[in-house]
């Protein structure tokens, strides 16, 4: 069989990258509404993301089985330590994101819905790239750029 091109590496990233966004967006917002209200529950994750209970409980079971969260039958639903950790670099990767649109003029409700499609999907070295160009435009007197 043939080395894999460039785009087979690029493509084969992105479903990768696919699989593990759901997992993300569910760690952060229960870390978010655990914050919020002290607990989060089926039905506050229905509501956030607006879909189903079936969907959410299905979603709660991956990551029950991967070990990023803990419930029981009718009792909230709690991170373990790898999705507090998974939860936090999410959040810090969004920041990153949207910190370097908002730089670079995006306007906010559009660099809003973006950073939350790129920040799962961006590597690590345009990260890096991301958050060293921002600092480089607040330093340049672009005060629209909040500090990560």
Request: proline share 4%; charged share 30%.
């Amino acid at each position: 069989m043939p080395d894999p091109s460039p785009s087979a590496d690029a493509h084969r990233r992105t479903r990768r990258d696919h699989a593990a966004e759901t997992a993300e967006d569910y760690v952060e917002a229960i870390d978010d509404l655990t914050q919020e209200a002290g607990v989060c529950r089926v039905v506050d994750l229905a509501k956030r993301f607006a879909v189903s209970h079936v969907t959410v409980t299905r979603t709660v079971t991956r990551l029950v089985r991967d070990g990023l969260a803990e419930t029981e039958p009718y009792a909230p639903i709690r991170l373990t330590p790898k999705g507090k950790r998974l939860a936090s670099a999410a959040r810090k990767r969004h920041g990153i994101v949207l910190d370097f649109l908002r730089a670079i003029g995006v306007r906010e409700g559009v660099a809003l819905i973006d950073a939350e499609g790129i920040e799962h999907h961006v590597s690590a070295e345009t990260l890096r790239r991301f958050a060293e160009l921002t600092l480089q435009l607040r330093s340049a007197g672009n005060e629209k750029v909040s500090a990560h």
